[in-house]
């Protein structure tokens, strides 16, 4: 598994552990977003601290997870960009759709503050 799934209280952080999201990995990932989905999971942080290249199917993944959580009234947070998926996030739009942290923490600290509202 290319992933890490840390299970919390009141949300998940998957960690892709591989230096690509590309179609060679994304649909195990968009499997177990979806696996997560099933399992009544509203709040989830992607963390793709490791990854410097994202695809289509990358960004799929992404989305897919982005509408689990919108479908279940939680968050989805994206964090870690490196500069090189940063840029692509940017050229695609999807910064103006997703809410995207530096890191797990202030991904962690946004969803303790969401929560207060």
Known sequence: MEFEVIKKEDHVIVRVLSKKLD???????????VVLGNDSVKNIILDVSNCNYIDSSGLSAILVANRLCEDAIGTFIL???QPDVEHLIRISM???????????????GLLVEKSKL
């Open 79 to 81: 964090c870690g960009l």
């Open 23 to 33: 179609t060679n990995n994304a649909p195990e990932l968009k499997s177990e977003l």
């Open 94 to 108: 999807l910064h103006t759709v997703l809410l995207i942290t530096k890191d797990v923490n202030e991904a962690e």
